[in-house]
């Protein structure tokens, strides 16, 4: 799997974190096809934020396709039944906690990207491209993002 995670992960800017880092450490992932980090360390100005445990998640997890399809074509190039796709997700979860004095519930993030068959051969500039663009946005609007996961609009 070429992805790595790193350690420490620079954080994006956001409301009330000043220059976040997250030190963490590898973790068994669920399957074979997946890496998966728990959060130990927090750097920064991170008031309020908690670490990872057992019963308060903080954890990234990369998952690669176990077994990677291709397209199934005959013998003209035209393609047999529909369309198939490589799925790569990006799964995070972070202890929250809703209620006063209540125990952290996970709060669960989700990144998936369907790869159709045979764009990674034929066209990887625009597979590069759309990734590019997609997290360019989280970048750039990270914060707002925060600021509508906290304030709802």
């Not at 799997?1 to 800017?13: F, K």
């Not at 920064?44 to 057992?54: F, Y």
């Not at 369309?83 to 202890?95: A, P, W």
């Amino acid at each position: 799997m070429t992805m790595t995670i790193p350690s420490p992960i620079t954080g994006a800017a956001q409301t009330s974190l000043t220059s976040p880092t997250y030190t963490n450490v590898t973790m068994p992932a669920p399957t074979s096809a997946g890496k998966q980090v728990g959060v130990t360390a927090l750097g920064g100005t991170q008031t309020g934020v908690r670490t990872s445990s057992a019963s308060d998640p903080f954890w990234l997890n990369w998952v690669v396709p176990a077994v990677l399809k291709a397209q199934r074509l005959d013998s003209n190039g035209n393609l047999i039944g529909s369309q198939q796709y490589n799925t790569y997700r990006l799964l995070g979860s972070k202890g929250v906690i809703c209620i006063s004095g209540g125990a952290a519930v996970p709060m669960r993030l989700r990144f998936e990207a369907d790869v159709p068959c045979g764009a990674d051969v034929n066209d990887p500039a625009n597979v590069r491209a759309i990734l590019s663009a997609f997290i360019g946005l989280l970048w750039a609007q990270a914060a707002g993002v925060g600021d509508t996961l906290v304030s709802g609009i």
